[in-house]
Antibody, heavy 116, light 107 residues
Framework: QVQLQQRGAGLLKPSETLSLTCVVSGAAFSGYYWSWIRQTPGKGLECIGEIDHNGGHNLNPSLQSRVTMFLDTSKNEFSLKLTSVTAADTAMYYC??????????WGQGVLVTVSS | DIQMTQSPSILSASAGDRVTISCRASQSVGSWLAWFQQKPGKAPNLLIYKASVLQSGIPSRFSGSGSGTEFTLTISSLQPDDFAAYFCQQYDTYPYTFGQGTKLEIK
């Protein structure tokens, strides 16, 4: 049974860096794609980026200048950093994984609030 | 980015009804289309991928069809557990994009 467990800070001030980690159990990194997705009531679901087991990745052009994604195969986890956050980055952040684009598995979500 | 447009935004129905949700892409996505169900406070759950392939463990009352730019999710006989939000998502071109969602509510 594949499980994704997220951790990371939920309250940030403007200009700080969002940092989230997703720990994967029950699945190997090989063959899967690992993603970060966020959701707001206004903009809906938005793909931030995806990374494969070789470290190759796609990033949303609207965010790519501020986004870093990386995976640590020794710890079975992958991570997201989003720099210079603003109120517009307030959202529920999910990690997800599975076959390309399918998002078979999801983390529980972390609500990130950016407020001074 | 490829725009995904769902209709209707809200759908009122009763248990036992057959319902259909539509999803239109701004350009062809082939069959690279997935459908998700989301309940309040929970992450989305994959129902269908590659437009019509039922994800393991999903009841057979759910079905998907379409290709190119026009897609449909059908629930053949609504069960109480099906009242939730539904999203389509294209994964032909990154960034993958989602529809705005359809809220299926009890009539």
């Amino acid at each position: 049974q594949v499980q994704l467990q997220q951790r990371g800070a939920g309250l940030l001030k403007p200009s700080e860096t969002l940092s989230l980690t997703c720990v994967v159990s029950g699945a190997a990194f090989s063959g899967y794609y690992w993603s970060w997705i966020r959701q707001t009531p206004g903009k809906g679901l938005e793909c931030i980026g995806e990374i494969d087991h070789n470290g190759g990745h796609n990033l949303n052009p609207s965010l790519q200048s501020r986004v870093t994604m990386f995976l640590d195969t020794s710890k079975n986890e992958f991570s997201l950093k989003l720099t210079s956050v603003t109120a517009a980055d307030t959202a529920m952040y999910y990690c997800a994984g599975g076959h390309r684009g399918n998002h078979d598995y999801w983390g529980q979500g972390v609500l990130v609030t950016v407020s001074s | 980015d490829i725009q995904m447009t769902q209709s209707p935004s809200i759908l009122s129905a009763s248990a036992g009804d057959r319902v259909t949700i539509s999803c239109r892409a701004s350009q062809s996505v082939g069959s690279w289309l997935a459908w998700f169900q989301q309940k309040p406070g929970k992450a989305p759950n994959l129902l269908i991928y590659k437009a019509s392939v039922l994800q393991s463990g999903i009841p057979s009352r759910f079905s998907g069809s379409g290709s190119g730019t026009e897609f449909t999710l059908t629930i053949s006989s609504l069960q109480p557990d099906d009242f939730a939000a539904y999203f389509c998502q294209q994964y032909d071109t990154y960034p993958y994009t989602f529809g705005q969602g359809t809220k299926l509510e009890i009539k």
